[in-house]
């Protein structure tokens, strides 16, 4: 596969910050099982839950995510998460208590099945901003809503993404860290000329 290795250095780092009311071992339960999901396509992400010191080179691709516990009123009740795309930082936001509800449709009670789904809605927001894209597809991750026979993958990590959400996770991070190049090339350039 050309461009692999190269691919390998592209770390995605998303930092994570969550309501205190949210059970600490869930999120990091959650953040596991993407990094895993990520993996499994190639895509290296790691979570941080502290913001760096300094902000020094933006190589990487950084991204913000919360979880909050209420969505804002003007969410759609349907909704158990929120991102924006087109933003550098994608400003993910995903909203526990309906993201309780979802895997309480499902009916079942386990700790590893609550922490699986947090993971894949953290997955399927993460994959919309590489992507730079608000589009849905018809199978797997990317789904706009997942089935009941959705939700059995879930439970055992196995739902997957499309293939082409994994070329458009691929083109969309290539752009991104071009664009993040040029951008620190242009900041070095400035602050030689001071
Ligand atoms: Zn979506």
Redesign the pocket.
């Known amino acids: 596969m050309a461009g692999y290795a190269a691919d390998a250095n592209r770390t995605v780092a998303v930092y994570l910050a969550s309501d205190a009311r949210v059970p600490r071992d869930s999120v990091r339960n959650a953040t596991v099982w993407s990094t895993r999901i990520f993996a499994g396509i190639g895509v290296r992400v790691e979570f941080r839950f502290s913001r760096p010191v300094r902000r020094g080179d933006r190589l990487s691709l950084e991204l913000e995510a919360s979880i909050e516990i209420e969505a804002p009123e003007e969410r759609s009740f349907t909704e158990v998460a929120s991102s924006h795309p087109f933003r550098p930082d994608g400003r993910i936001r995903l909203y526990y208590s309906r993201i309780q509800r979802l895997y309480q449709l499902q009916h079942t009670e386990s700790q590893q099945f609550r922490d699986i789904v947090l993971a894949y809605v953290l997955t399927?927001e993460i994959a919309?901003v590489l992507q730079a894209s608000d589009h849905?597809s018809t199978v797997g991750v990317m789904k706009?809503s997942w089935s009941r026979a959705d939700f059995r993958e879930i439970q055992t990590g196995n739902l997957q993404f499309e293939p082409r959400d994994i070329d458009l996770i691929r083109n969309g991070m290539e752009r991104r860290w071009n664009t993040s190049r040029h951008a620190n090339l242009l900041a070095s350039v400035s602050t030689d000329r001071r």
């Open positions: 399927h919309h849905h706009k």
